[in-house]
């Protein structure tokens, strides 16, 4: 059974900093892209970032230079890092996983099988 696990959300100032992590189990993810979305009280579910197995990056221009997203293969995690946060980034993130490798579809949250429960990060400005 896959499960993503996502940890270290919380409370922090506005220009401050906050890591993310999705630690996955089930299955080895070394081969599929991994991204982060996020939810926002009463918005849609919009893309934040996606990292492919072979490291390359996509990123929500809104996050661009702020955000950076990361694997760690031999633990089965991805990591979001977020810096000079804003309120604007208060939202649930969510960790998502492709069953296959994808490349041109990153930003879309059909192109994922396997979902976390979210984490909460809320930006107090």
């Known amino acids: 059974q896959v499960q993503l696990v996502e940890s270290g959300g919380g409370l922090v100032q506005a220009g401050g900093s906050l890591r993310v992590a999705c630690a996955a189990s089930?299955?080895?993810?070394?081969?599929?892209?991994m991204a982060w979305f996020r939810q926002a009280p009463g918005k849609e579910r919009e893309f934040v970032a996606a990292i492919t197995w072979s490291t390359n990056t996509r990123y929500a221009d809104s996050v661009k230079g702020r955000f950076s997203i990361s694997r760690d293969d031999a633990k089965n995690t991805v990591y979001l890092q977020m810096n000079s946060l804003e309120s604007e980034d208060t939202a649930i993130y969510f960790c998502?996983?492709?069953?296959?490798?994808?490349?041109?579809?990153?930003?879309?949250?059909?192109?994922?099988?396997?979902w976390g429960q979210g984490t909460q990060v809320t930006v107090s400005s």
């Open positions: 998502a996983a492709a069953a296959t490798p994808i490349l041109f579809t990153v930003w879309a949250p059909s192109s994922y099988a396997y």
């Open positions: 089930g299955r080895t993810f070394s081969t599929a892209t």
